[in-house]
């Protein structure tokens, strides 16, 4: 699709938008699936940190199938999750979020939430996409910030799940 203007929602498929190898001469970059980017991580933990009363503690959650798993989470409290997936709670700070929290980005915490629940941030072990729930101005900081890619979706619209 490269060229063509797309319009982004909920309902949006990653190969709706991605360049075919070989089209542009460019390699294929998809985002990390199940995981987000350390540099991304940072950058949303920065703008979030902004928008919370309590930086410390924030409950990170990751699921425990991922083999890299910090050995932090291995030994913590588990919850059920989304589709059945255990989930290791950690709780730790924002300044914890980057290479500290994962041995690999695809093993980030999928799930933040502070303690104060002002936001929060979820990710699915087979999802590229991260979503951000927060208040109005929380969510305008993120879209403002360069090094995240986003699109706002409205808590009413349907998501579907990613292509995978």
């Not at 699921?63 to 890299?68: K, T």
Request: aromatic fraction near 8%.
């Amino acid at each position: 699709m490269a060229g063509k203007a797309a319009t982004i929602t909920g309902r949006t498929q990653w190969r709706d938008v991605a360049i075919q190898p070989g089209a542009s001469g460019l390699p294929r970059l998809d985002p990390i699936m199940g995981g987000i980017d350390m540099e991304v991580a940072a950058a949303l933990a920065s703008v979030l940190g902004e928008h919370t009363q309590t930086p410390d503690p924030v409950y990170f959650l990751a699921w425990e199938g991922y083999a890299g798993l910090n050995d932090a989470y291995r030994g913590s409290e588990t919850v059920l999750g989304s589709y059945g997936r255990q989930m290791h709670v950690l709780h730790g700070s924002l300044a914890d979020v980057g290479p500290s929290a994962a041995a690999r980005e695809a093993d980030m915490p999928l799930w933040w939430i502070p303690e104060d629940g002002s936001w929060a941030v979820g990710n699915d072990i087979y999802a590229r996409s991260v979503y951000v729930g927060g208040s109005a101005e929380c969510i305008e900081d993120v879209l403002r910030t360069p090094v995240l890619e986003c699109v706002r979706v409205a808590a009413s619209e349907q998501v579907v799940a990613e292509d995978y």
